[in-house]
């Protein structure tokens, strides 16, 4: 479901927090608190689904909410999981769209650290999957981020940016992944308006970020940090997962490098990105898993395999949560108050004893 906390209760929360975690209070500067949360029943409450054409020319048809229910392509289980799956069950004629789903949160952001835990991400061959922000308005001028991106058994996680021009990646900013190419040449550009709108991209290193690898190991977390700093990605395999973000008090400092990552230096992050929707789809062939599908090793060809729908059993999101934080900053005197509190065990055990009472009256 979808939770939004009033203001007293956040800062409640961050209370709590500060005054029983005096070492995370003099590592950072900022934390992290939770702004929204989509999960269980009420999930699909909050989003709304699309029924356009494809801006990726694939061969899909996108179905309503009423369609995807009574259909099946959209349901969430009995143990609270969220399921979203192209049709897997229809045999079609050869040059007939496959019916899917695309769902766009009616809540929009701007700056976050968003968290998706799944078990499943969609793969398979001609299955183009992504769960990605963009901004309202006019596409590209208030930006593009995918987060899970790929197309058939790829086993590796694509990140990518698209915007209006004057964006680029900065190629010597940390991160761990390897930049996406066109033609041998580094895509520093995020100008959706050239190379066949490729964007700026990052390929994850990880064979666990992506495909049927992911799965296999329990699905996982990816998390998408966007702030003035620029904008990051991490991906973590399920055993791999910080407790930070299991306990709900992510704190993306201590993760290490991320996969990608967007830089203010050569991109002014405010400017060129604004106003985001949440999506996920499931679209087949088109512009990426359309034109790569003679090189995926997959048989036949793209329009071919779309007839069969056992090709697509795995053309599935299996979602336990996703959860939006919003920033808070700590000053200096917070800081200090929080260690001055953590050395006194009775009072800060009352003191969050009090706090807990308050919220379950909430």
């Not at 900065?170 to 895509?187: C, E, L, P, S, Y």
């Not at 599935?316 to 050395?343: D, E, R």
Request: aromatic share 14%; with cysteine.
């Amino acid at each position: 479901m979808l939770r939004k906390r009033n203001s007293y209760t956040l800062w409640a929360l961050l209370y709590a927090f500060t005054m029983t975690s005096g070492s995370l209070a003099q590592n950072t500067s900022v934390i992290w608190v939770i702004e929204d949360t989509y999960e269980g029943q009420t999930f699909f409450d909050t989003f709304d689904f699309y029924t356009g054409s494809d801006p990726t020319n694939g061969l899909v048809t996108f179905v309503d909410e009423q369609t995807a229910f009574s259909s099946g392509l959209a349901y969430v289980t009995s143990n609270n999981q969220v399921i979203m799956h192209g049709d897997n069950t229809t045999w079609l004629p050869l040059g007939t769209n496959r019916s899917s789903v695309r769902i766009s949160s009616q809540a929009m952001y701007n700056t976050g650290l968003f968290v998706l835990d799944l078990d499943m991400a969609p793969w398979g061959c001609g299955v183009w999957p992504a769960f990605w922000t963009v901004g309202s308005g006019t596409w590209p001028y208030n930006g593009e981020i995918d987060i899970i991106e790929g197309v058939h058994d790829n086993e590796h996680n694509q990140v990518t940016w698209h915007t209006a021009p004057g964006c680029n990646l900065t190629a010597t900013t940390n991160f761990t992944g390897t930049i996406a190419q066109t033609n041998g040449v580094d895509n520093l550009q995020c100008n959706a308006f050239i190379n066949d709108n490729a964007g700026c991209g990052v390929t994850e290193w990880s064979r666990a970020s992506y495909g049927p690898y992911f799965d296999s190991q329990g699905g996982g977390v990816f998390a998408m940090k966007w702030d003035d700093n620029g904008i990051a990605v991490w991906s973590f395999y399920r055993a791999a997962v910080p407790e930070d973000i299991v306990n709900g008090l992510p704190d993306p400092s201590t993760w290490g490098e991320p996969d990608a990552e967007l830089a203010p230096n050569s991109c002014n992050i405010s400017q060129f990105f604004a106003n985001h929707s949440i999506v996920f789809d499931i679209t087949f062939c088109g512009d990426w898993a359309g034109n790569s599908y003679a090189t995926s090793g997959c048989p036949g060809t793209c329009e071919e395999i779309l007839t069969d729908p056992a090709n697509f059993v795995n053309a599935s999101w299996i979602i336990n949560s996703l959860k939006v934080y919003k920033s808070a900053a700590l000053s200096s005197g917070s800081s200090n108050a929080a260690t001055a509190y953590y050395s006194q065990p009775p009072v800060w055990i009352a003191t969050a004893a009090v706090i807990l009472g308050w919220l379950s009256l909430i």
